[in-house]
C-alpha cells in the first residue's frame, strides 16, 4: 500500500505482518539504545488539526527513534487561521519533498482527499468519525500479545460508538480478523445499519460483557454531538460507566481497554482503570510507539522501491 489511510483495505495477512514487524519494535522501545535506521534520510511532518497527546506523541518518537527528520507542524499557528485552505496547506508542504504526511482531521474523509494531491506517503491520525487505523493497529497487538491471539474472542465495545472512528476502525479490524464483536451503547449513541459489520448489538452492560475476552470503553465525545443529545454523565455512569462490579460479568481473565483519553467517573471507574491485573491502558499506549513504528517501516520500504523524482 502506498498509503495508511484506514484498515477497510488491509487483508489479514498484512495486519499480523505489521504486528510482527510492531512486536520487535516493542522489544527496541524497552531497550536503552532504541534507535532503528528505517526512516533515515527521510523527512515526516505531522499535520494535527485536532488535539492529541498519545498519537501526536507516539508518531513523533517512533519517527525519530527511526531516523527520519520529523517536524510537527503548530496547526493552530499556522496560515491555516488566515483561511488557507486543507489542500493548499498540503501543497505548500508537498512542496518541501516530505516522505511521510500524518494527519489528523476533524471531518471524516479528508485525509483521503489530502493523499490524492500529494507525492508522498500519507498516514490518517484519525479523521472525523470516520477510522483511526494506527489505534486499532495498537488495540490488536495488545490484544494479541495478551491472549496469545487475534481470533475467536469475544470483543465487548462498550459508550460512545457513534461518534467514534477508534470504534469504527476496531470492528472492521477484529470482524476481519474473525473475532465475535458485542457493540453496548444506548440506542442514541449506536449509529444506524450497524449490524451490517457483522457486528451483534445490546443496550445492556449485563448481557454486552457476558463471557467477553476484551471490554473496550470509549470516551462519550462530546465534541462531536452537535449540540444534540448530550447524555447526563451520573447516569451514563450508572447504566454504561465500567467498575469492578459490571465487569464481573465478562470472562475472570477479561483485559479492560481504553484507547485514552479516558474520563474517570463518566465511562469508566478510576480505580480499575488503574488496576494493572485487568486494565492495560498504559500497555496500549506502549504498543501505540511500535505500530506507528512499524506502519512507517511498512510505507519507507514502499517509497524506497519506487524511483524518486529527481532520480527519474
Ligand atoms: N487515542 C488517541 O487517539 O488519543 P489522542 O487523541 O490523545 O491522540
Redesign the pocket.
Given at each position: 500500500h502506498r498509503h495508511l489511510l484506514g484498515i477497510e483495505p488491509l487483508r489479514p495477512d498484512e495486519i499480523e505482518t505489521l504486528l510482527d514487524l510492531a512486536d520487535r519494535y516493542v522489544t527496541l522501545g524497552r531497550q536503552r539504545d532504541k534507535h532503528a535506521h528505517a526512516l533515515a534520510g527521510l523527512t515526516q511532518i505531522n499535520m494535527f488539526f485536532e488535539?492529541?497527546?498519545?498519537?501526536?506523541a507516539s508518531f513523533e518518537l517512533a519517527g525519530k527513534r527511526m531516523g527520519a527528520d520529523v517536524m510537527s507542524m503548530a496547526m493552530q499557528a499556522s496560515s491555516i487561521k488566515k483561511g488557507e485552505t486543507l489542500i493548499d496547506t498540503a501543497m505548500t508542504l508537498n512542496a518541501m519533498h516530505p516522505d511521510l504526511l500524518v494527519v489528523r482531521h476533524p471531518n471524516s474523509g479528508a485525509v483521503d482527499l489530502l493523499s490524492q494531491k500529494v507525492n508522498c506517503a500519507v498516514i490518517n491520525a484519525?479523521d472525523g468519525r470516520h477510522e483511526?487505523p494506527t489505534?486499532a493497529l495498537l488495540d490488536a497487538l495488545t490484544i494479541r500479545r495478551r491472549k496469545g491471539r487475534l481470533h475467536r474472542l469475544t470483543v465487548a465495545i462498550c459508550g460512545d460508538i457513534a461518534h467514534s472512528r477508534?470504534a469504527r476502525s476496531n470492528i472492521l479490524l477484529l470482524h476481519k480478523m474473525e473475532n465475535r464483536v458485542r457493540l453496548v451503547a444506548p440506542p442514541t449513541l449506536l449509529p444506524a445499519g450497524i449490524e451490517e459489520f457483522g457486528v451483534e448489538v445490546t443496550h445492556d452492560m449485563e448481557e454486552g460483557l457476558k463471557d467477553a475476552d476484551v471490554v473496550m470503553m470509549l470516551r462519550l465525545q462530546k465534541e462531536r454531538m452537535d449540540g444534540g443529545f448530550i447524555p447526563s454523565e451520573r447516569e451514563y455512569y450508572h447504566r454504561y460507566g465500567l467498575d469492578a462490579e459490571k465487569l464481573r460479568h465478562a470472562k475472570e481473565d477479561a483485559i479492560v481497554m481504553h484507547?485514552?483519553?479516558m474520563n474517570r467517573g463518566v465511562e469508566i471507574d478510576g480505580t480499575l482503570a488503574d488496576d494493572i491485573n485487568r486494565s492495560v491502558i498504559q500497555e496500549q499506549v506502549e504498543m501505540g510507539v511500535a505500530v506507528r513504528m512499524a506502519a512507517m517501516d511498512l510505507l519507507a520500504r514502499n517509497l524506497r522501491a519506487r524511483p524518486t523524482e529527481l532520480s527519474a
Amino acid at each position: 500500500h502506498r498509503h495508511l489511510l484506514g484498515i477497510e483495505p488491509l487483508r489479514p495477512d498484512e495486519i499480523e505482518t505489521l504486528l510482527d514487524l510492531a512486536d520487535r519494535y516493542v522489544t527496541l522501545g524497552r531497550q536503552r539504545d532504541k534507535h532503528a535506521h528505517a526512516l533515515a534520510g527521510l523527512t515526516q511532518i505531522n499535520m494535527f488539526f485536532e488535539t492529541s497527546t498519545r498519537t501526536q506523541a507516539s508518531f513523533e518518537l517512533a519517527g525519530k527513534r527511526m531516523g527520519a527528520d520529523v517536524m510537527s507542524m503548530a496547526m493552530q499557528a499556522s496560515s491555516i487561521k488566515k483561511g488557507e485552505t486543507l489542500i493548499d496547506t498540503a501543497m505548500t508542504l508537498n512542496a518541501m519533498h516530505p516522505d511521510l504526511l500524518v494527519v489528523r482531521h476533524p471531518n471524516s474523509g479528508a485525509v483521503d482527499l489530502l493523499s490524492q494531491k500529494v507525492n508522498c506517503a500519507v498516514i490518517n491520525a484519525g479523521d472525523g468519525r470516520h477510522e483511526h487505523p494506527t489505534q486499532a493497529l495498537l488495540d490488536a497487538l495488545t490484544i494479541r500479545r495478551r491472549k496469545g491471539r487475534l481470533h475467536r474472542l469475544t470483543v465487548a465495545i462498550c459508550g460512545d460508538i457513534a461518534h467514534s472512528r477508534v470504534a469504527r476502525s476496531n470492528i472492521l479490524l477484529l470482524h476481519k480478523m474473525e473475532n465475535r464483536v458485542r457493540l453496548v451503547a444506548p440506542p442514541t449513541l449506536l449509529p444506524a445499519g450497524i449490524e451490517e459489520f457483522g457486528v451483534e448489538v445490546t443496550h445492556d452492560m449485563e448481557e454486552g460483557l457476558k463471557d467477553a475476552d476484551v471490554v473496550m470503553m470509549l470516551r462519550l465525545q462530546k465534541e462531536r454531538m452537535d449540540g444534540g443529545f448530550i447524555p447526563s454523565e451520573r447516569e451514563y455512569y450508572h447504566r454504561y460507566g465500567l467498575d469492578a462490579e459490571k465487569l464481573r460479568h465478562a470472562k475472570e481473565d477479561a483485559i479492560v481497554m481504553h484507547p485514552g483519553p479516558m474520563n474517570r467517573g463518566v465511562e469508566i471507574d478510576g480505580t480499575l482503570a488503574d488496576d494493572i491485573n485487568r486494565s492495560v491502558i498504559q500497555e496500549q499506549v506502549e504498543m501505540g510507539v511500535a505500530v506507528r513504528m512499524a506502519a512507517m517501516d511498512l510505507l519507507a520500504r514502499n517509497l524506497r522501491a519506487r524511483p524518486t523524482e529527481l532520480s527519474a
